[in-house]
C-alpha cells in the first residue's frame, strides 16, 4: 500500500496548512488512518485519527487548531492546520493500519502496517 503525503511548505506563525494523504487503490475507510509528526530530536508523536463513526481524536497539543478528515471517494485523508506555532514544525506522517485499531493503540505508531514518505512542515515565529 502506497501512502502519498503531500501540502507541507513553510509559513508564518498563525498561518494555515492543509496536508493530504491519498491511499490510491485503497480504500481509506476500511482502514484506520492517521497522522504522525517528527520534530528534529524528538520521537515521532501521534497527531489526529478519524473514525468512520464521525468522530476524531487529537493530540492535546493540536486539538482546537487541527481537524482532520477524510473523502472515502477520494481515497484521501485531510490534516487542516490553523494557528500554527513554531513548536508544530515536524515532518509530518500518515499511517494506514488494520480497521478499528483500539483507542488504547492509536498513538502506537507500531499499530500502524504503512507510513507515507513525510512531509516537513515548518513553522517560523
Known amino acids: 500500500v502506497q501512502l502519498q503525503a503531500s501540502g507541507g511548505g513553510l509559513v508564518q506563525a498563525g498561518g494555515s496548512l492543509r496536508l493530504s494523504c491519498a491511499a490510491p487503490?485503497?480504500?481509506?475507510?476500511?482502514?484506520?488512518m492517521a497522522w504522525f509528526r517528527q520534530a528534529p530530536g524528538k520521537e515521532r508523536e501521534f497527531v489526529a485519527r478519524?473514525?468512520?463513526?464521525?468522530?476524531?481524536y487529537y493530540a492535546d497539543s493540536v486539538k482546537g487548531r487541527f481537524t482532520i478528515s477524510r473523502d472515502n471517494g477520494k481515497n484521501t485523508v485531510y490534516l487542516q492546520m490553523s494557528s500554527l506555532r513554531p513548536e508544530d514544525t515536524a515532518v509530518y506522517y500518515c499511517?494506514?493500519?488494520?480497521?478499528?485499531?483500539?483507542?488504547?493503540?492509536?498513538?502506537?505508531?507500531?499499530?500502524?502496517?504503512?507510513w507515507g514518505q513525510g512531509t516537513q512542515v515548518t513553522v517560523s515565529s
Open positions: 499511517a494506514a493500519g488494520p480497521p478499528g485499531i483500539i483507542l488504547s493503540q492509536q498513538r502506537n505508531e507500531g499499530a500502524y502496517d504503512y
Open positions: 487503490g485503497r480504500t481509506v475507510s476500511s482502514a484506520t
Open positions: 478519524p473514525r468512520n463513526s464521525g468522530s476524531q
